[in-house]
Each structure stands twice: as C-alpha cells, then as structure tokens.
C-alpha cells in the first residue's frame, strides 16, 4: 500500500490567494481527519470524516477554510482567502474507525507571504 | 473533559543512556493508548498501541510502554537510546465509543535531543 498520500508537498502563494490541499486516504479506510502543526499551537484536529460524512469541524480556524470528501478515496482542504498566519504544515491521516490507529501522511508545507 | 499531558516539553539525553517519557491521560472510557515519533520534516509514526490485556507494550525500535490506570499514565521508555531517536514524541488517546469515535486526542509532544 502506499500509505496516505497528500498533494502538493510545498505549497508557496501570496495573501489572498486561494489554497487547496489534497489528500487520499489508505484504501480501506473509513475515517480521515485533518490537522495543522505550527512551533506556536502544536498539532491541532481540523476536521475529521468518518464514512465521508464530517464528524466534527470545531477545530477549522474560521469560515475561510472548508474541507470536502466526495468519495472514500478523496479529500479536500481549502483556505479562501489564504492569510499569512495559515502557513503551518498540514497532515492527513486515515484509519479504520474501529481500530484507531492513524497513518499520516507527509504533510503539505504551506508558506502564505 | 478528555485530555493529554506530557510534562516535558524538551529532554536531552547522552546517547546509550536510558529513557522514560510521560504521559497522563484523563478519559472517562476505557482508553485506548498510542505513542506517535515524528522525524524532522516528516509525518508522525506510530511507535506502540494499548488496547487490552498485558499492560507492558512493545513497540518499534526498542521502544515499550506501560499502562498503569491507577495513575492513570502511558509512560514510554528505551533501555540505551540512539542518537537517531532524536525526535518528537507524541501520546494520544482515543476510545471506539461515543460521539468521538474514532478519534485521538493528542498530547503537544515532547522533543527528545540526544547528546553524544
């Protein structure tokens, strides 16, 4: 399996601009969930989906971010506008609801200038 | 309110020298115990799992931890550290009921240094 795979790794836009992180999950599994690290605040839940419905989205910052799951093997994480203060590195992780267990992917570095 | 806390924010050790990080959790189910690594620049691994049975885990890399409910804890350990386990540890747990199912709350980590 390839593991959880996020798109793209590096991401470098101005303020304003509008983001959009990628992320396919493990096949097979039923729960993805998005977070955000920074030095600052740590590694923080955004949102998390269980069977592509979201479960809880009290972790999104504000109205400039939303995240989509159409299907089990895809998922979206957008920022419109983009603002300096977003930039962090974004992971995805999947896992089968029952066993807990998360696997991250690699992160997307955002930078907002 | 369910929680995670690990006192040490930042520990250096000596290479070959022992290691214990803390975990203590507060959690009103049964919970389920995880300790993640993080490398520089990558994503977080999971070293070992509690879920039932034998309260001494064994993980990867020489890794184990111990449950202990009375006090509540998931301490992690390594008998002789590498300087390659220079990194940052994460404890999480998580339960498969209720509204949270599926979940994992996450401690803020603590960075390991390793001096030669």
């Known amino acids: 399996d390839a593991g959880v795979i996020q798109s793209p790794r590096h991401e470098v836009t101005e303020m304003g601009q509008e983001v959009t992180l990628r992320c396919k999950p493990i096949?097979?599994?039923?729960?993805l969930f998005w977070y955000r690290q920074t030095m600052m605040r740590g590694l923080e839940l955004l949102i998390y989906?269980?069977?592509?419905?979201?479960?809880?989205d009290s972790g999104m910052p504000e109205d400039r971010f939303s995240a989509k799951m159409p299907n089990a093997s895809f998922s979206t994480l957008k920022i419109q506008p983009s603002e300096p203060r977003d930039s962090a590195v974004y992971f995805c992780?999947?896992?089968?609801?029952?066993?807990?267990?998360?696997?991250f992917g690699p992160g997307t570095r955002l930078t907002v200038l | 309110a369910q929680s995670v806390t690990q006192p040490d924010i930042h520990i250096t050790v000596s290479e070959g020298a022992s290691l214990e990080l803390r975990c203590n959790y507060s959690?009103?189910?049964?919970?389920?115990l995880f300790w993640y690594v993080q490398s520089p620049g990558q994503g977080l691994q999971l070293l070992l799992k509690?879920?039932?049975?034998?309260?001494l885990v064994q993980g990867i890399k020489g890794f184990e931890a111990e449950f202990k409910r009375s006090q509540s804890s998931f301490n992690l350990r390594k008998p002789s550290v590498h300087w390659s386990d220079a990194a940052e540890y994460f404890c999480?747990?998580?339960?498969?009921?209720?509204?949270?199912?599926?979940?994992?709350?996450f401690g803020k980590g603590t960075k390991l240094s390793v001096k030669p």
């Open positions: 992780a999947s896992s089968q609801t029952e066993i807990l267990e998360q696997f």
């Open positions: 096949s097979g599994h039923n729960s």
């Open positions: 989906f269980n069977n592509n419905v979201p479960i809880d």
């Open positions: 959690y009103g189910a049964t919970p389920y």
């Open positions: 509690y879920f039932s049975g034998d309260t």
């Open positions: 999480a747990v998580g339960s498969n009921y209720g509204g949270s199912q599926g979940n994992l709350i």
